[in-house]
């Protein structure tokens, strides 16, 4: 069975990212546009990360369109593809060994692929799960789960 995805939802998440090996938090949302299609900005900020005197700030900022493959009473399978803004700091202070420190950050921009699925609880409150491979110099895979709020 077959539905459109008729809601607007905002979301919370947790995720976890295999190049920065840390865990993160987000935001997203969903807007349809037509029949089986939604648009889903999103923004992840993993936590810092100190590696030997460098501190690692990421955050990424995700445009999708989510393509609902099945959407049933209970689930909701989805594909994932969209543009990507990845922006990494590392901060390396060295004063306790002799007075000087570094800065420097980059920002760049791939792609999205991946899937998701909404699991429907009859709620207004829907738990989801995702999996995502960001194209870009610095790869990763972010696994991310949380809830989605009908608007």
């Not at 997203?28 to 900005?41: G, Q, Y």
């Not at 390396?92 to 420097?104: N, R």
């Not at 609880?121 to 949380?146: H, N, R, W």
Request: proline letters at 3%.
């Amino acid at each position: 069975m077959t539905n459109a995805q008729t809601d607007t939802r905002i979301g919370g998440m947790v995720a976890y990212g295999t190049e920065i090996e840390n865990v993160g938090i987000g935001v997203n949302a969903e807007f349809p546009v037509m029949e089986n299609l939604t648009i889903s900005p999103g923004f992840i900020y993993f936590l810092p990360k100190d590696e030997s005197g460098i501190n690692v700030n990421w955050w990424e900022l995700n445009g999708n369109a989510n393509y609902y493959f099945m959407n049933s009473e209970s689930l909701g399978f989805y594909g994932i593809a969209g543009l990507n803004y990845t922006n990494v700091s590392v901060d390396f202070d060295e004063t306790p060994f002799g007075g000087s420190s570094m800065e420097a950050s980059d920002g760049r921009f791939g792609l999205n692929l991946g899937a998701g699925a909404n699991f429907n609880i009859g709620s207004s409150i829907t738990p989801f799960a995702e999996a995502k491979y960001v194209i870009i110099d610095g790869s990763q895979l972010v696994l991310a789960a949380g809830v989605k709020f009908n608007l």
